[in-house]
Protein backbone atom coordinates (compact mmCIF):
# COMPACT_ATOMS: atom_id res chain seq x y z
CA UNK A 1 0.00 0.00 0.00
CA UNK A 2 2.83 2.50 0.02
CA UNK A 3 3.98 3.72 -2.89
CA UNK A 4 5.62 7.00 -4.54
CA UNK A 5 3.46 9.55 -6.41
CA UNK A 6 5.01 9.48 -10.08
CA UNK A 7 5.18 13.07 -11.87
CA UNK A 8 3.10 11.91 -14.60
CA UNK A 9 -0.15 13.43 -14.52
CA UNK A 10 -3.55 13.02 -16.01
CA UNK A 11 -3.53 15.18 -19.27
CA UNK A 12 -7.24 15.75 -19.27
CA UNK A 13 -7.45 17.41 -15.18
CA UNK A 14 -3.42 17.63 -14.38
CA UNK A 15 -3.80 14.84 -11.74
CA UNK A 16 -0.91 13.32 -10.09
CA UNK A 17 -0.63 9.60 -11.74
CA UNK A 18 0.03 6.74 -8.84
CA UNK A 19 2.24 3.71 -10.21
CA UNK A 20 0.37 4.18 -13.71
CA UNK A 21 -2.44 2.85 -11.92
CA UNK A 22 -4.21 5.15 -10.82
CA UNK A 23 -5.07 8.95 -11.28
CA UNK A 24 -5.20 10.83 -8.31
CA UNK A 25 -8.45 12.78 -7.56
CA UNK A 26 -9.42 14.44 -3.94
CA UNK A 27 -8.08 13.69 -0.07
CA UNK A 28 -10.78 11.72 1.45
CA UNK A 29 -9.24 12.11 4.52
CA UNK A 30 -5.29 11.37 6.85
CA UNK A 31 -4.43 10.72 9.96
CA UNK A 32 -1.08 10.03 12.00
CA UNK A 33 0.76 7.75 9.02
CA UNK A 34 -1.41 7.96 6.11
CA UNK A 35 -3.32 10.01 3.63
CA UNK A 36 -6.49 8.79 1.61
CA UNK A 37 -6.89 9.58 -1.92
CA UNK A 38 -9.82 9.23 -4.43
CA UNK A 39 -8.13 7.54 -7.35
CA UNK A 40 -9.65 6.47 -10.59
CA UNK A 41 -7.82 3.94 -12.61
CA UNK A 42 -7.94 3.46 -16.75
CA UNK A 43 -12.01 2.22 -16.93
CA UNK A 44 -12.77 5.05 -14.64
CA UNK A 45 -13.54 2.86 -11.68
CA UNK A 46 -12.81 4.52 -8.21
CA UNK A 47 -10.85 3.24 -5.69
CA UNK A 48 -9.85 4.56 -2.24
CA UNK A 49 -6.22 4.80 -2.36
CA UNK A 50 -4.16 4.85 0.91
CA UNK A 51 -0.35 6.24 0.92
CA UNK A 52 1.86 6.08 4.05
CA UNK A 53 3.42 8.83 4.57
CA UNK A 54 7.23 7.06 5.41
CA UNK A 55 8.76 4.01 5.77
CA UNK A 56 8.82 4.16 9.58
CA UNK A 57 4.90 3.15 8.82
CA UNK A 58 5.65 -0.12 6.73
CA UNK A 59 5.30 -2.41 9.78
CA UNK A 60 1.77 -0.73 10.60
CA UNK A 61 0.84 -0.91 7.15
CA UNK A 62 1.70 -4.27 6.57
CA UNK A 63 -0.40 -5.69 10.00
CA UNK A 64 -3.24 -3.61 8.46
CA UNK A 65 -2.69 -5.21 5.02
CA UNK A 66 -2.51 -8.69 6.38
CA UNK A 67 -5.61 -8.32 8.85
CA UNK A 68 -7.58 -6.56 5.86
CA UNK A 69 -6.88 -9.60 3.20
CA UNK A 70 -8.20 -12.38 5.45
CA UNK A 71 -11.23 -10.78 6.26
CA UNK A 72 -14.62 -10.34 3.91
CA UNK A 73 -17.23 -8.43 4.78
CA UNK A 74 -19.68 -6.23 3.08
CA UNK A 75 -18.59 -3.51 5.91
CA UNK A 76 -14.60 -3.61 5.37
CA UNK A 77 -12.82 -2.52 2.56
CA UNK A 78 -11.40 -4.99 0.22
CA UNK A 79 -7.58 -4.56 -0.92
CA UNK A 80 -7.31 -4.70 -4.66
CA UNK A 81 -2.96 -3.95 -4.29
CA UNK A 82 -0.74 -3.96 -2.19
Known sequence: MTSEINEDTDIQMNLP??????????????GF???V???RDAEGKHYAV???FSDE??????VEIEALSILSHKNIVK???A
Open 17 to 30: VLDNKFILERTLGS
Open 33 to 35: SCK
Open 37 to 39: KLG
Open 50 to 52: KIF
Open 57 to 62: HNECAN
Open 79 to 81: IYA
